[in-house]
Nanobody
Framework: QVELVESGGGSVQAGGSLRLSCEFKSDTYSTACMGWFRQVPGKEREGVATRVRDGSTSVANSVKGRFTVSEHSAQDTLYLQMNSLKPEDSGMYYC??????????????????WGRGILVNVSS
């Protein structure tokens, strides 16, 4: 059994910051790669950032310099620090986890497990 629990979303004015958290819950498995994706109604899902467990990170060009992904491996938690938020950053943000080795980049959405999503709303 695997569960991803997202938290930290909400509403903020443009220029503000939010930090999303995603806790990976499983008694049996551990992650190889985790990531954040977002989707706006009417648009395709977009990869935001990914992190190899205890390893490298990758951030989409659209958020580079503003968003940072990190992890607390002992707690199996992935964070997304979002600074200098823009209205176009609004949307549902989803956490994803892969249990086996994969190409751990935002362009690859072949993750096995997904969270329910959390809403981020940035007002102008």
């Amino acid at each position: 059994q695997v569960e991803l629990v997202e938290s930290g979303g909400g509403s903020v004015q443009a220029g503000g910051s939010l930090r999303l958290s995603c806790e990976f819950k499983s008694d049996t498995y551990s992650t190889a790669c985790m990531g954040w994706f977002r989707q706006v109604p009417g648009k395709e899902r977009e990869g935001v950032a990914t992190r190899v467990r205890d390893g490298s990170t990758s951030v989409a060009n659209s958020v580079k310099g503003r968003f940072t992904v990190s992890e607390h491996s002992a707690q199996d938690t992935l964070y997304l620090q979002m600074n200098s938020l823009k209205p176009e950053d609004s949307g549902m943000y989803y956490c994803a986890a892969a249990l086996s080795t994969m190409k751990c980049i935002p362009e690859n959405d072949a993750f096995e497990h997904w969270g329910r999503g959390i809403l981020v709303n940035v007002s102008s």
